[in-house]
C-alpha cells in the first residue's frame, strides 16, 4: 500500500521553528514531484511548497518565502519542510503530498495525500 507519514508537529511559540517530515512508503516516490499544503480551520487546503524530483526546483507559497525550505532525499524516500519564524497564522494542519498531475498549487491536482500533521503557533 502506497503511504506518505507525515511527522513533526507540535505547538510552538511564535518566532520557533518546526522541521516537519514525510516518509513514504509502499512505492518509490523518488521520481514524483512532492509538496506540502496547510489547512486551517474553516479554510481551504492551500499550496505551501513544492520540489521537483531531482530537487532542483523548489517553489513556495508567497506567505512563507524566506521563512520555510522544501527539501527531499531520495535515498530515504523522505521529503522536508523547515519552518522558520513561525507566526499565529501558520497554524494548520499540514499534509504531504505527491505525484502532481498539473499545476502544482492546486490540491485537487495532487494524486497521493498523507493524513497531516498539526502545527500549532502561540503568540
Known amino acids: 500500500q502506497d503511504q506518505l507519514v507525515e511527522s513533526g508537529g507540535g505547538l510552538v511559540q511564535a518566532g520557533g521553528s518546526l522541521r516537519l517530515s514525510c516518509a513514504a512508503s509502499?512505492?518509490?516516490?523518488?521520481?514524483?514531484?512532492m509538496g506540502w499544503f496547510r489547512q486551517a480551520p474553516g479554510r481551504e487546503r492551500e499550496f505551501v511548497a513544492a520540489?521537483?524530483?531531482?530537487?532542483?526546483?523548489?517553489f513556495y507559497t508567497e506567505s512563507v518565502k524566506g521563512r520555510f525550505t522544501i527539501s527531499r532525499d531520495n535515498a530515504k524516500n523522505t521529503v522536508y519542510l523547515q519552518m522558520n519564524s513561525l507566526k499565529p497564522e501558520d497554524t494548520a494542519t499540514y499534509y504531504c503530498?505527491?505525484?502532481?498531475?498539473?499545476?502544482?498549487?492546486?490540491?485537487?491536482?495532487?494524486?497521493?495525500w498523507g493524513q497531516g500533521t498539526q502545527v500549532t503557533v502561540s503568540s
Open positions: 520540489v521537483t524530483w531531482t530537487g532542483g526546483s523548489t
Open positions: 509502499g512505492r518509490s516516490f523518488s521520481s514524483y514531484p
Open positions: 503530498a505527491a505525484d502532481p498531475d498539473g499545476d502544482y498549487y492546486r490540491a485537487f491536482d495532487w494524486r497521493y
